[in-house]
């Protein structure tokens, strides 16, 4: 039961990663981006999509409340104000998709919104993920670093890298969905970006080495893990001649295989620690009063519904999206 | 009173929580009032009713968006501010609260898709359906949250096992008396809410002598409806100040502003707490039997007061004696509107009957009044406990979470959700303005995720960009 939640948890962190990913580097990219039909189309690309993908941020959450009460209310109070800027970055940027088309004069306080919110909300994951890396202080299995206590250059050097990974998944979307300027664009974005997100990921290997990270211990613990690395390596070469050859479509593949290799890695290397190293899997999960009450109404027939449902709304919106301008026009 | 991270914290719920509220409440409403706009038009074919409903669609639309997004914030909060509680409750309120995000998802995405995209493309029985099923999904929202809420006031079917509250008869939890008082009580005053709003809507058409035909509908279906619910409603109201008087003495005492033990108890009707010095002022009190009779249903039951309950577990009595008092006023205007309007309407008199018009024109505030005072009432009413009687809300915060902290985050939210909600209630208030005028096309861009897209009121000339199947 308890390894039915983890892989329920997994599934959605996943989810939330790849899904909002795309729309929040895409977020990313848009405060980059000038002219009204550029940012009308690139908004057109995530439009349909974007709250959707961020439903499995909510439901990550109860998931955590639900199974694993010890890390979720442990995480949430450690990360409080990281978490609560994070969440009105996502409102913001949020309600700027509809917000501003309804105004041509203020139109520039809705963009910023977006972009502002996109980069916010990024920025704060990829921190947050950092930190947990590195190690939480805790102190008697109670979080004890004050305010700023998740506060490190390699939290930060991680919020960096994560705005570089969405922005590439927003990039390698964009050319898929896109065509004319947009996808032009994006296909001189993808080689740079993903420059930017091999070197990073050098740097942490760096990092990790000379410090020590506990992280690290466990890698060389396991060569199997290895498995997961190697996977990435193979999407990257894939990738790099799909940016050669100009393809629509490999690079976003091989980018969302990357991301999933880098998770595979970050998970197995973690295991069996929720928070690493301080609380286990076992130690976190809910009594089985409570996962099996929630594994037949919930589990075992609605969230397979979820997938079925994500899958056919995304098919409903398959293919390039209008090249010359965006929604809305008033 | 000190500021404390404390204090800071249970205003930042309050807050976040208020304004949460203000949406599903009429969000729920409007559901079910669309589900019998369509059923009618189905069933008389009278193109008004697909107008009207058409045009609440949009409306709905906005408030459920609002809903939505407002709502996210609410699953991180137990977490941010409330560790020790999350800690403690999650076995029993993170599966409940998990019931309510995968079950109204599922239904309310599924088929708010369909309601916008499916008019042509599904049968008209299916499409009526469809309506239903999205009416059901808001209600499956309220109900796990009420069963949540509940829960917290008057714990059932745990174990106390390592200092955690350990399910040990989910029954229990989800059928109790409890439960099924409060939850009709919130049912019934979202359906109120849709009603006054729609009748509210009404009756401003009539006095700006536009859209007659759409006009005189809501009038009389949203007057009409409120008539036939708020005797329900009242009856609900009743049963559950019954559980407050079994479980929860203390917010039935301070509720009653009754001090001392009474057999049986009077009834205090107005009056302005003393707390200091343990009376009330300026009290108009009705005489014994008739506390006794209200709380408990008899003539000779004993009433608990304050003064037979430690200080330390009281509530803040003034808050809890007021919002209900509040709660209550506006319930009997929403009553004598509804009852007076829906006689006048049946009368045929009430087009012309303009000061009866513009009342109820102005009283669309009211059911929002009553919610927001209603849940004052039973939360600060169960304080100083968050789970009450086992749980204080003093040590369910995050320990080791700063003044400094809490007011910064305070500060943020009330700045953001300013913002949104001027715009949010701007945007429904011009798509009201503007009213069911237009014949209503397919708004292409809106899509089942993005709800508040029905809020363009300009209809959209471009075509679609994205093309199934293309």
Redesign the interface.
Known sequence: MVMFWVSLLAISILLYVLLDGVDLGVGLLFGLASGEARRGTMLSAVAPIWDGNETWLVITAVILWGAFPLVYANLLSAFYLPLIVMLLGLILRGVAFEFRYKTQRLRWIWDLSFAGGSLIATFIQGMTVGALVEGLPFTNGEYSGGAVGWLTPFAVLCGIGLCLGYALLGACWLAKKCEAEVREVAHRQIPVLAVGVLAFLVLVFAYALAEHLPILHRWIDRPYLFVFPAIGAVAATVLALSILRHNDHWPFYMVALIFVSAFGTLALSFWPYMIPFVITIDEAASPHSSLAFMFWGCGVVVFPLMLIYTVISYSVFRGKVGATAGYGHH | MDITALLLSRIQFAFTITFHIIFPSFSIGLAAWLTVLEALSLATGRPVYRGIFEFWLKIFGVAF?LG???G??M??Q????W??L??M???????L???????A??LE??FF?VLIFGRSRVPPWFYLFSTAMVALGTSISAFWIMVNNSWMQVPFGYVM?NG?F???D?TKIIFNSVVWSRFPHMLLAAYLTGAFCVAATGAWYVLRKVYHAEARIMLRMGLGLAAVLMPIQLLFGHLVGGYVNTYQPSKMAAIEGRWNDEKPGSEVLFAWPDVENRRNLFAITLPPPFGSLIDSDSFTAAETGLNSIPPENWPPVAIPFFTFRIMVGCGMLMLALAWLGSYLSYKHRLAYNRPLLWLTFFSFPLPFIAIITGWFTAEVGRQPWVVFGVLRTADAM?????T??AT??LV??CA?YAF?FL??TF?IYRLIRIGPRKPFEIP??A????P??L??D?P?T??H??????
């Open positions: 968006g939505v997004v407002s996210i914030v699953a991180f137990f977490g941010t501010n560790s020790v999350s800690k409750s999650g076995p029993i309120q993170g599966p609260l998990m019931f309510e995000t995968f079950w998802f599922m995405a599924s898709g096992e955690v350990v399910p040990n989910w995050t320990p080791f979470l700063t400094q902290q910064i985050s943020i939210f953001v949104i715009f949010g945007y292409h861009l899509v089942p995720n993005r508040m897209s809020a363009d300009e959209i471009e075509p960009h994205f093309v199934a199947g293309e």
